[in-house]
């Protein structure tokens, strides 16, 4: 049997489909599962057992445009999957469906119409159901009724040895807790301040926990302001390759992000995780599954503005991330690491650990 999965959007999104390459491959052990997604996400799936084959799409090179879109579906074409599975449905992947052969296509209710009225109304028409619960959704046809919903990714031996030998090269010590701050996200309005990510980096250091920065290129200006911010210098990655990202958060003790793809990937490596969503909203369906798991929200009256938070803010206030503070953020880091897999209400706002820092 051969089957074909499609996600073509962003790492985050990517890293979701997980649990439906591990539930297919325990429904059908002898399948072959091929995986369509955007080039530079395929180091996902490496050394996955739920993956045979990659497919990828690259549309800086011959799949660019309509006409690397034809070809793409020529290649496909010549695959002839038993079942082609939709996890995206977009005008791009069901153009894909509708011209290459299969003898059972299939796609997933992205409740687009949903989504649309919590952001445009502030109106949720159903209950709030997470992504990765609609995959699933569209698998009952085949028997699958699996929830093993938390996302899995998987690192060789090498890659995590190869991972604690550069954080030990950076002073870091091997056996102590390790909180590592994401300061990236796709858009300037989903960032929290930068004096924020500092003073809960300096806390942390004070409190005798070590603390390692993670950007991405686009994010050095303000990767920048938040050293600038702070008393003392942790190390700093910006933009490792996606094995090395992986290999590095999964050596942290737990991971401090805004709501964005490396969220999801501390997610898959069981690393505890607490994000801030600002324009975005969990209600979206993008919530981290782990568990115990943290995602705070200010809930303001206008969030979400947009589905991925890409809007600049019409209020020009930015209130969806400046009502979360720093108490709230370092309760839930502390939360974290002396109640492992334990769910909380974040209600404190005022947090020990900020406050003996700040009087140092």
């Given at each position: 049997m051969k089957i074909t999965v499609v996600r073509l959007s962003s790492l985050g999104d990517t890293v979701l489909i997980t649990p439906i390459l591990r539930a297919l491959k325990n429904r059908f052990p002898d399948a072959h599962i091929s995986v369509l997604v955007k080039k530079e996400y395929t180091p996902v799936f490496f050394e996955s057992p739920h993956v045979d084959e990659l497919i990828a799409l690259d549309v800086q090179g011959p799949h660019r445009g309509v006409g690397g879109l034809l070809r793409l579906t020529k290649e496909l074409r010549a695959h002839e999957s038993d079942l082609f599975l939709d996890l995206h449905r977009n005008l791009r992947s069901r153009w894909i469906t509708v011209g290459i052969k299969a003898k059972r296509k299939m796609a997933y209710n992205k409740r687009h119409w949903s989504r649309w009225a919590l952001v445009h109304a502030k109106w949720l028409p159903m209950e709030t159901r997470h992504t990765v619960d609609l995959y699933f959704d569209a698998l009952r046809p085949l028997g699958i009724e699996s929830r093993q919903r938390v996302p899995e990714i998987f690192l060789k031996d090498e890659e995590i040895f190869a991972a604690k030998?550069?954080?030990?090269?950076?002073?870091?010590?091997?056996?102590?807790?390790?909180?590592?701050?994401?300061?990236?996200?796709?858009?300037?309005?989903?960032?929290?301040?930068?004096?924020?990510?500092?003073?809960?980096?300096?806390?942390?250091?004070?409190?005798?926990?070590?603390?390692?920065?993670?950007?991405?290129?686009?994010?050095r200006q303000f990767l920048k302001e938040v050293c600038a911010a702070m008393h003392a210098k942790p190390p700093v990655f910006i933009q490792p390759s996606l094995r090395r990202l992986m290999a590095l958060i999964d050596r942290c003790s737990v991971f401090v992000c805004h709501d964005s793809g490396p969220m999801h990937l501390a997610v898959a490596r069981k690393v505890p995780v607490v994000a801030l969503f600002g324009p975005t909203h969990p209600k979206l369906g993008f919530w981290p599954l782990g568990e115990g798991d943290i995602g705070l929200t200010a809930n303001v009256e206008c969030s979400p503005c947009s589905l991925h938070g890409t809007r600049p803010c019409r209020k020009k206030l930015k209130e969806c991330m400046e009502y979360i503070s720093e108490d709230r953020v370092c309760e839930a880091v502390v939360h974290s690491l002396r109640n492992p897999g334990e769910e909380i209400h974040v209600r404190a706002e005022r947090s020990p650990v900020l406050q003996k820092a700040r009087r140092r």
């Open positions: 030998k550069v954080l030990a090269n950076a002073g870091i010590v091997e056996g102590r807790e390790i909180i590592g701050i994401h300061v990236g996200a796709r858009s300037e309005v989903k960032r929290w301040h930068p004096v924020r990510f500092a003073h809960i980096a300096d806390a942390f250091q004070e409190q005798g926990w070590q603390t390692v920065l993670f950007a991405g290129e686009a994010d």
